[in-house]
Structure formats: structure tokens, C-alpha cells
């Protein structure tokens, strides 16, 4: 089965959410130092505090298993 598409028209998702079209970037680093410039934490932010998140999630599942293997009464 084929899908036709005219090119013409795009389907977009999420269009909503969409502020502006900044379009393509030459390269991975331009775009990084955009979204610095932007309003992403700097990066010694993220690295002091990246694990923070792990940490929450390996306590929550922790606490999930703990509750799983309790034996039936």
C-alpha cells in the first residue's frame, strides 16, 4: 500500500505548540548555543543537578517494589 503525498503540504502534529519556525540548522552546536542563549540552563546547572531526577525515580520505584513483595496475608 502506498501513501500519497502531494510535498506540497505537511502534516504537523503539534502545530499549538509551535511558537515560531526557527527551520534547519547547519550543525548540532549551532543549535545547542541557541537554546542556551534561549532560556536552557547552563551547563554546569545541568551537571550539578542531573542527578536529581535518577535519584527521585530509583526512591519511587524502590518504594513500588517494596510494596510488591510484601508478603499476602
Do not use: N
Request: a negative charge.
Amino acid at each position: 500500500m502506498a501513501i500519497g503525498w502531494d510535498g506540497e503540504s505537511d502534516l504537523i502534529l503539534f502545530s499549538p505548540w509551535i511558537v515560531k519556525d526557527v527551520g534547519p540548522y547547519p550543525s548540532y552546536d549551532d543549535l545547542v548555543t541557541l537554546a542556551q542563549e534561549e532560556g536552557m540552563p547552563p551547563k554546569v546547572f545541568c551537571q550539578l543537578f542531573d542527578w536529581l531526577p535518577a535519584f527521585f525515580s530509583r526512591r519511587r520505584t524502590e518504594k513500588i517494589r517494596q510494596q510488591g513483595s510484601a508478603p499476602a496475608a
